[in-house]
């Protein structure tokens, strides 16, 4: 079992920046595939990002590609996102998981096993 805990939601204006951080507690972190998503007010629970166990590989949607990087920090049992060039239309709660199944970068929420509770981004026009 590991326990999720997001942090650093808040609101900006358009074109600010975030960096979103979820700590991992529990068994060996640095073994998960971590990643993020996000869910909108009636909208389902959209894929943003994935980092694979080591590091060396990302993979980011295409909504955020260029905006938003993921990173981790074994040492820390940490993983991040850095959100940059913020729009309205990232307004959402973001969460974190964790995948100790596929051994790659997954996207689907069914391939991830622990969840966050999730932190609230508002971005303001």
């Known amino acids: 079992q590991v326990q999720l805990v997001e942090s650093g939601g808040g609101l900006v204006q358009a074109g600010g920046s975030l960096r979103l951080s979820c700590a991992a507690s529990?068994?060996?972190?640095?073994?998960?595939?971590m990643g993020w998503f996000r869910q909108a007010p009636g909208k389902e629970r959209d894929f943003v990002a994935a980092?694979?166990?080591?590091?060396?590989?990302?993979y980011h949607a295409d909504s955020v590609k260029g905006r938003f990087t993921i990173s981790r920090d074994n040492a820390k049992n940490t993983v991040y996102l850095q959100m940059n060039s913020l729009k309205p239309e990232d307004t959402a709660v973001y969460y974190c998981?964790?995948?100790?199944?596929?051994?790659?970068?997954?996207?689907?929420?069914?391939?991830?096993?622990?969840w966050g509770q999730g932190t609230q981004v508002t971005v303001s026009s």
């Open positions: 529990g068994r060996a972190f640095s073994r998960y595939t």
């Open positions: 980092i694979s166990w080591s590091g060396g590989a990302t």
């Open positions: 998981a964790a995948d100790e199944r596929t051994n790659r970068l997954a996207v689907r929420r069914d391939e991830y096993d622990y």
